[in-house]
């Protein structure tokens, strides 16, 4: 036992001497990354690239959401509230008429983007689905050309109509996912101000 934990110790101690980080920094995981990538993409063909730039513009607009909703909306909240407590007459027609105003700009500016992130997504399988036509086409052209003897072009071209079709669906469950938990953050908060106003009516 006292063997093998020494043996054990400076394998550790060997370990700890090294780098840790020497792969890192030194360009060669990106690189590999972006040439796993690059890889990715050429065998899905020209859709891919299409699909990925619907996805970024989805993340965009999730991102741009999360931010609005956890930042920018928490101080509008406070305010219309300190506003609505510091008012006189909350009874009266003209106070209901503020408050409903708020109420609807609180809505418009929580659903702001949300039905463009819903077309974003619904957009991300018929994405992948072009590419699957356009690979079969392409199998269909090396066959009518080439017959069945080149196992590696019909290959080229079924990784061109798979690669597409999986990458659509990835991207539209993971864009799905997203829309459905802000929309159900921005009901929440929606309604946490509505509750907030109208008691003190």
């Known amino acids: 036992m006292t063997d093998l934990g020494t043996e054990l110790s400076n394998e550790l101690a060997t370990v700890a001497s090294q780098p840790l980080a020497a792969g890192l920094f030194d360009g060669q995981l990106f690189e590999q990354g972006w040439q796993s990538l690059s890889l ?11 699909l990925a730039l619907v996805g970024a513009a989805s993340w965009l607009v999730v ?13 509008q909240e406070k305010h219309w509230i ?4 510091q ?14 105003g708020w109420l609807f700009e609180a809505h418009v500016s929580l659903h ?11 957009l991300c ?15 269909f052209d090396v066959m009518a050309v080439q017959g069945t003897g080149e196992p ?3 290959a080229a071209g079924i990784s061109m109509a798979t690669l597409p079709t999986m ?7 993971a864009g799905m996912f997203a829309q459905a938990r802000i929309s159900k953050i921005c009901e929440r908060r929606e309604a946490s101000l509505t509750k907030a106003l109208r008691s003190r009516s």
Request: charge should be positive; proline fraction near 4%; aromatic fraction near 8%.
């Open 87 to 100: 008012r006189k007459g909350q009874r009266e027609w003209a106070s209901r008429a503020i408050r409903d």
């Open 152 to 154: 590696r072009l019909m």
């Open 40 to 50: 990715f993409m050429q065998q899905g063909g020209p859709i891919l690239w299409g």
């Open 125 to 139: 399988p018929m994405l992948g689905l072009l590419g699957t036509v356009t690979g079969m086409i392409t199998v």
């Open 167 to 173: 990458a659509g669906m990835v991207v539209a469950l």
């Open 63 to 75: 991102i741009e959401r999360l931010i609005f909703v956890f930042s920018v909306f928490p101080k």
């Open 112 to 122: 702001r983007n949300l039905n463009l992130l819903k077309a974003l997504v619904s």
């Open 82 to 85: 300190e506003q609505w407590r």
